[in-house]
């Protein structure tokens, strides 16, 4: 067999006749540095750019997160676990408009009962939500908040509904925390609430004190008090009571009221015939119409008066 140099070109081709070339040819043949020679193994494939091979997600270092998303637990536990039948139903935020529409420092309008109520019927939902959380929580072999839900080895647990166990464990922080903030505002409403009506009372007793002063102020000073009245007597039947005082009895008035022997006089002058009696009654001036007259009973009148001590 004939031998042939090992840079011959009948190596390089594989098809087609082999060109004729002189040994004077084959050592005069030169390469240049930067590219390969034609039967170099890396001039029958071209290579990539470097970006792309930088940019290839192969290329790239795993991390943590990547390697959870990839790993998986064994596919005894993954057809163990059951689907939920029926999804419990998510968790959403309470409506906070009450909230919103109540008083502010700033401004704002007062708060009212109907706003407490309002809150108060709040609070109930979000008792009965957490209920019916731990009633969920207790069917699922009574995990509770704090069990664990994986088993010895490590996996997630094959006999309990994990997706409605994380939901309603979920469910239940979000709800408790919604509650106590519901509950601090019910606090800050009922606040709000007594110091208006406590403040509204004071203001209510300062007028009618002030009132009372002016009244008394302007009402003419009495000189004589009813001490007892007989019931069925001309006095009670004109409607005289206990601890009147009187102001004008017919013609006699402060200003020329000596003793009771005044009154007595005009009491025996107008038997049969009205008086004009005039009494102050709870800081009220009163007019009376008074008829002395014989009855069943003693004197004219069948009343007490006494004369006041200035």
């Not at 494939?45 to 790239?60: K, Y």
């Amino acid at each position: 067999m004939a031998s042939h140099h090992p840079m011959t070109p009948s190596l390089c081709h594989t098809h087609g006749p082999a060109p004729t070339v002189s040994p004077h040819d084959i050592m005069t043949v030169h390469h240049p540095p930067s590219l390969p020679p034609p039967c170099h193994p890396q001039a029958t494939a071209p290579r990539a750019p470097r970006h792309h091979m930088t940019s290839s997600p192969l290329r790239r270092p795993m991390t943590s997160s990547a390697l959870r998303h990839v790993a998986a637990p064994p596919l005894r536990h993954r057809a163990a676990l059951p689907r939920p039948s029926r999804p419990l139903r998510r968790w959403c935020p309470p409506a906070r408009a009450v909230v919103a529409a109540m008083a502010q420092p700033g401004g704002g309008r007062p708060v009212t009962i109907s706003d407490v109520q309002q809150l108060v019927r709040r609070k109930d939902e979000l008792e009965a939500q957490i209920k019916a959380c731990y009633e969920l929580l207790e069917g699922q072999k009574g995990v509770g908040m704090h069990e664990p839900l994986v088993d010895a080895e490590g996996f997630p647990r094959a006999d309990i509904d994990l997706y409605q166990v994380r939901t309603a464990r979920h469910n239940v922080i979000c709800l408790q925390n919604d509650h106590k903030a519901l509950m601090k505002q019910v606090e800050e409403a009922l606040h709000q609430l007594h110091a208006r009506e406590k403040e509204k009372h004071a203001k209510d007793e300062a007028e009618a004190l002030a009132e009372a002063m002016s009244q008394s102020q302007n009402l003419p000073q009495a000189f004589a008090k009813v001490n007892t009245v007989t019931p069925g007597s001309p006095a009670s039947v004109s409607g005289l009571q206990v601890d009147d005082e009187i102001v004008e009895f017919g013609s006699v008035n402060v200003n020329n009221f000596q003793n009771l022997q005044n009154i007595a006089t005009v009491v025996q002058h107008s038997e049969g015939r009205p008086l004009s009696v005039t009494v102050i009654r709870s800081g009220k001036k009163v007019h009376v119409g008074l008829t002395p007259k014989r009855w069943a009973g003693k004197g004219l009148l069948g009343c007490n008066i006494i004369p006041l001590q200035r």
